[in-house]
């Protein structure tokens, strides 16, 4: 089964106070506008290293045709 490594010993009952802490601390109204911020920055990240990824594919290609001509 997958498991993250930067939790891995927290059982049932430690994720349970730290989800309750959670609450505390933003209360329930403030989590879904901390969970809309965050899907939208990993939404951003993986845009952005979309691009980067299809310019460096690009960059070969045109440098091939560059030396042939």
């Known amino acids: 089964m997958y498991s993250l490594a ?3 010993g927290v059982g ?3 994720l ?3 989800l309750l802490v959670f609450f505390v601390m933003f209360g329930a ?3 879904p506008e901390l969970a809309r911020g ?3 920055g ?3 990240f993986k845009n952005a290293t979309k691009e980067l990824k299809e310019e460096l594919e690009e960059q070969p290609h045109e440098r091939k045709g560059e030396s042939l001509e």
């Open 6 to 8: 930067f939790i891995g």
């Open 12 to 14: 049932s009952g430690e």
């Open 16 to 18: 349970l106070l730290i």
């Open 29 to 31: 109204k403030r989590i």
């Open 38 to 40: 965050l899907g939208k």
């Open 42 to 44: 990993i939404r951003e």
